[in-house]
């Protein structure tokens, strides 16, 4: 069997290789001294100076690159700059972004597994929006989420992997809450892969609707009874269901949400002005975290280690299949 230690590298340890590897308009060391930034192919970069795009600062000066970087600051795909030349690909393995002198060019990849079966079989070289990526193992529903685009390199044996091995591997890692639908067996352990899943579903139809490419995201096998946080005032109130209202903890709501077939999601309001407990309030719909086309980290506050304060109306949504809710809870 493989081992586990495969499959526990985790996106974090793998995001920062070619994603921000543009070398042009970031700001040089020490040129917040300068007396100016009049050079040649030089512009101001916050308090001090950088090169301009496609230059990149060697022995002194500005020097041409070879051809323009692509940034890429407000997508929903993936966030970062590129350099010219540079490849990024999604977690999964299955698609490659190439950066040819400001313009990324997607392609669809290839990878085989020891009896030469293409294990990203299904993606789509149009969109990610029309797959066939096989069912997820039981205890696990599909979801669309973040591809954590970069060069992953990937181990040996890596396309080797079932799907029911990696589920498995999952399964063994308490922390672990997915793995990837389709390709390279990947796992993550990072709840805001799916922070804005609904944002992401939306786009892809639509996309799909107006027959354009939709590359939002790539699909994900989540463990069932998965709470993924939304942010503040993310759910909508028409959805409520009042039999679901009670003082509980946030592992009580979320479990008396999973056990229920109506509920979704729920908000969890911790220092409420009704009660020393916190308030629990159940939706029958999933909440969106953001505003439709919002980057997608809208949900999260940046200057909090939580996505919500103690005082706003925090929302999750709960990720399980049709089978998982067994109960109508009553009052």
Request: glycine share 8%.
């Amino acid at each position: 069997m493989i081992s586990l230690i495969i499959l526990a590298i985790t996106q974090l340890s793998l995001l920062q290789a070619s994603l921000g590897s543009c070398r042009s308009l970031k700001k040089i060391s020490g040129s917040q001294n300068w007396i100016s930034c009049f050079h040649s192919h030089m512009t101001n970069v916050g308090d001090g100076c950088g090169c301009k795009n496609g230059y990149e600062y060697r022995n002194g000066w500005c020097r041409w690159s070879g051809g323009l970087c692509c940034f890429n600051q407000g997508s929903i795909a993936f966030v970062g700059d590129v350099s010219h030349g540079k490849s990024i690909r999604f977690i999964d393995g299955c698609v490659e972004f190439k950066c040819d002198n400001g313009h990324m060019n997607m392609k669809r990849l290839v990878h085989r597994d020891s009896e030469n079966n293409d294990v990203c079989d299904g993606v789509s070289a149009i969109s990610i929006a029309n797959t066939r990526n096989p069912e997820c193992e039981k205890g696990y529903t599909k979801v669309l989420g973040y591809p954590w685009a970069n060069d992953h390199k990937y181990p040996s044996g890596r396309a080797d992997m079932t799907k029911k091995e990696c589920a498995d591997a999952c399964n063994a890692d308490h922390k672990c809450i997915a793995y990837t639908a389709t390709g390279m067996c990947m796992a993550t352990q990072e709840r805001k892969t799916f922070a804005d899943m609904e944002t992401r579903e939306k786009l892809n139809r639509l996309s799909a609707e107006h027959g354009l490419p939709g590359w939002f995201g790539i699909n994900y096998c989540v463990k069932d009874r998965t709470t993924i946080a939304t942010g503040a005032n993310s759910c909508d109130w028409k959805h409520q269901i009042p039999r679901l209202t009670n003082y509980v903890s946030l592992d009580v709501c979320a479990r008396q949400c999973a056990d229920d077939a109506e509920c979704k999601a729920f908000y969890l309001y911790k220092k409420n002005p009704f009660s020393k407990k916190p308030l629990c309030v159940g939706f029958s719909q999933a909440c969106t975290g953001q505003l439709f086309g919002a980057p997608r980290h809208a949900p999260f506050r940046t200057d909090l280690a939580e996505p919500c304060r103690d005082d706003e109306w925090c929302g999750y949504n709960v990720i399980k299949s049709d089978a998982t809710a067994q109960i109508l809870i009553k009052n």
